[in-house]
């Protein structure tokens, strides 16, 4: 037997939202009414909510919570107060819920309480907040973003009166009382959706991204040659490169890496616009500096760093010297890292791509960038350790091989 069935239970928020749009549903979350802690362990559900009362079901192991209340005590995400106790209606709960579409509840005979137009608002493709309270919660304005990257492909916007909102929440001042380690995990959540560059313009729509991401958002207005780049802003640019590095890559550090190449772009002096000499330069303590700001793990730093210290390296693949493009290679630890020297070629093919009129262009970089690391790589340290060098001569006879090496790749490819 079911121990569920002894208690009131609904399906509650994403698995209803999901469901409703014809999409898979990854977990079900359940919200218990009427009943208490101590009658949820008599039933064999096991604890694990720290704020909250939040049980696992037994047998599914699916996250059954008492139903609940909210009350703002502090500034903050976490200046919240709980309150769950029998009394508390199902409607009392999914009140206390972010967005109109994640606050509709499901019986297990499939009846719907939608009291706050979920329904209507899936329809109409809007991300509505339930109430005022929204302003509470300063995570709502990233999830919100998230929720846009992720649904932009089925039509949906921020409802305007939300947006408004979230303008406000910024001004306030909430947004700043965010922690970094939450920034970055609703960050990478958002990198990982189908449309991440969509969570980059909401944050800007709403006024967040100069208060958390200031590297990023000065990127708007800031004009480029037009010749090389027809849509001219560097912001819009940094879009377009996140959009395709989407296109062309499911992971988040190669998505990461590809937004945050052109950073140096947001400081050159404007009286040498639309030239950006040396940006790269300049972008590399750009990235490390946001990157520890938001705790970023070290490989997402690693990678974003490489890609903007040598992006121009890429797109230069064809002039470069044998001995530069080693260095490079070198630099990027492709001979023992050949799985980052992709994520690397991935991010400045994203770069490329992101032009306007560029999108599916076909571009010879990664081909000729491959083709000097498999000539550079087929020369092995054992040939010189037998001829009986050792040491720093050994690592000089194998940097003028592959320099050679690399030198009649080139001449091959013409």
Not at 67 to 85: D, L, Q, S, V
């Amino acid at each position: 037997m079911d121990p569920a069935e002894h208690f009131e239970v609904w399906r509650v928020g994403g698995c209803v939202r999901d469901r409703l749009l014809g999409l898979p549903i990854k977990d079900r979350d359940w919200v218990v009414i009427g009943a208490t802690p101590e009658a949820l362990l008599d039933a064999g559900f096991r604890p694990v909510g720290k704020d909250f009362p939040v049980f696992l079901h037994p047998q599914t192991h699916e996250e059954y919570a008492l139903a609940r209340t909210e009350r703002k005590t502090a500034p903050g995400y976490t200046g919240f107060a709980f309150h769950a106790a029998p009394e508390v209606t199902l409607e009392q709960d999914l009140a206390r819920r972010d967005l109109t579409i994640n606050a509709m509840a499901e019986s297990a005979t499939g009846e719907i309480i939608d009291p706050f137009g979920g329904q209507h608002d899936l329809q109409a493709r809007l991300l509505r907040h339930v109430s005022p309270a929204f302003v509470e919660d300063p995570v709502r304005i990233l999830r919100i973003a998230r929720f846009a990257a992720r649904f932009a492909g089925l039509g949906f916007r921020v409802a305007d009166e939300t947006l408004q909102l979230m303008r406000e929440m910024v001004d306030n001042g909430e947004v700043a009382a965010l922690v970094p380690e939450r920034v970055w995990a609703e960050m990478q959540r958002a990198l990982a959706e189908d449309q991440p560059a969509v969570f980059i313009q909401v944050l800007r729509d709403c006024g967040a991204l100069a208060v958390l991401f200031p590297e990023i958002d000065r990127l708007f207005g800031v004009p480029q040659v037009e010749k090389y780049h027809p849509e001219i802003d560097t912001g819009l640019h940094t879009l377009m490169v996140l959009e395709q590095a989407a296109r062309l890559s499911p992971e988040t550090k190669v998505r990461f890496a590809a937004l945050l190449h052109d950073l140096g772009k947001g400081v050159t002096p404007a009286d040498q616009w639309p030239k950006h000499i040396a940006h790269e330069a300049r972008g590399v303590p750009l990235v490390e500096t946001l990157c520890q700001r938001l705790k970023a793990p070290k490989d997402y730093r690693e990678l974003a760093v490489l890609v903007t210290r040598y992006h121009l390296h890429y797109h230069r693949v064809a002039e470069l010297r044998p001995a530069t493009l080693l260095n490079t290679l070198e630099a990027l630890d492709a001979f023992r890292r050949p799985e980052r020297f992709e994520q690397f070629l991935l991010a400045c093919e994203a770069d490329s791509r992101g032009r306007r009129g560029y999108e599916n262009a076909d571009f010879e970089q990664p081909r000729l960038f491959r083709e000097a690391f498999e000539a550079a790589v087929a020369i092995k340290a054992d040939a010189f350790v037998k001829q009986g060098l050792k040491g720093k001569a050994i690592a000089e006879a194998l940097h003028q091989q592959r320099c050679r090496a690399i030198s009649k790749a080139q001449k091959a490819a013409g």
